[in-house]
């Protein structure tokens, strides 16, 4: 239910909104994951959405997810080298940094992709 979700998120945004290490916009059926290394974060983007019929011998379809903005917090006194798209092998460039966030937008999300923050 949409509007108890979005309710929820103004009451839990001012707690959580300094210890968030990504941002990515809700959509159903995209679920972010960040892992990290001293040198390296990477943010995941799984999209499960597509065709759930469950029948026996039906080839499930996925559908893309366009234009996915995501939003990575780069640790403290640390830089960022590069900035990639692993899937697609391609670079994305820092689109925006503002304190302390780099911005890069995701062209298409099919099944998986993951943003690739190389730190200096």
């Given at each position: 239910?949409k509007p108890l979700r979005e309710f929820f998120v103004t009451l839990i945004?001012?707690?959580l909104a300094p210890h968030r290490t990504y941002e990515a916009p809700y ?74 966030w780099v911005e890069v937008t995701v062209p298409r999300v099919l099944i ?9």
């Open positions: 239910m945004n001012p707690v959509c159903s059926g995209v679920l972010p994951h960040l892992t990290a290394t001293r040198d390296t974060i990477l943010l995941h983007l799984l999209a499960d959405t597509g065709n759930k019929t469950k029948k026996l011998r039906i080839r499930e379809e996925f559908l893309p997810v366009e234009n996915v903005s995501v939003r990575i917090r780069v640790p403290e006194g640390r830089k960022v080298k590069d900035v990639s798209l692993l899937r697609t092998d391609s670079g994305v460039g820092i689109r925006t940094r503002l304190l302390g998986h992709e993951a943003v690739r923050v190389d730190l200096a």
